[in-house]
Structure formats: C-alpha cells, structure tokens
Nanobody, 125 residues
C-alpha cells in the first residue's frame, strides 16, 4: 500500500501559477503510475493528468492541455502538477492518485487504487 499527501494548494488570482506536490510513502514509488484529478463543488471528480512510472509518458485533459504540466521525481517519491495561467474554472479540490501498475493511466478514477486527501485550489477572477 502507498500513502499519498498533497500540498501546494491555495487562493490565487486568475493568470498566476501554482505547483502542487504529492509525496508518496510506503512502497517503491517507481512501481506506480500516478495521476491528478480534481473535484469542484457539486461536480463529479474529473481527470486532470497522468504520468507513467518513468515520467516518459503523460496525458492531459483537454481543459488543461498547454497550461498544466505533470512530472515526477522518483528519487524524492514525489509527483508534481505545475499549473500555469490559472482560471476560475480550475477551482477545485485536487487529488493525487496511484495505480497498481507502471503503465500510464487513463481518465477513469476506478483505475487508481490509492488516493490522497486532496488540496484546495481556489482561483479568483
């Protein structure tokens, strides 16, 4: 089992950047493909981005493509989400998640076995 702890959220104005971090512990981090999801009030949890075990393969939701970048540092057991040009519609709780495979995940949250507690991102206009 792996434990995930997100950090880096906050209240920001539209147009600025934030970097979210997700620290993993418990098992060999390289064994897990990782993903970021978000959930806004009264909405379903939605896929944001995913990365395979090495960081060589990534994918993104269309709504964040070109603005967000996912990366990982396996030496630090951490996955990151760099969020640029933030918009009010990016406001949500952001969750880090891990798959029980090294392969790049898709958009279905059911593919992910482990979840962090979430970090709030609020973007004001």
């Amino acid at each position: 089992q792996v434990q995930l702890v997100e950090s880096g959220g906050g209240l920001v104005q539209a147009g600025v950047s934030l970097r979210l971090s997700c620290a993993a512990s418990g098992r060999t981090f390289e064994n897990y493909a990782m993903g970021w999801f978000r959930q806004a009030p009264d909405k379903e949890r939605e896929f944001v981005s995913a990365i395979n075990w090495s960081g060589a393969m990534t994918n993104y939701a269309d709504s964040v493509k070109g603005r967000f970048t996912i990366s990982r540092d396996n030496a630090k057991n951490t996955v990151y989400l760099q969020m640029n040009s933030l918009k009010p519609e990016d406001t949500a709780v952001y969750y880090c998640a891990a798959r029980n495979t090294v392969l790049l995940g898709r958009r279905d949250p059911n593919e992910y076995a482990y979840w962090g507690q979430g970090t709030q991102v609020t973007v004001s206009s």
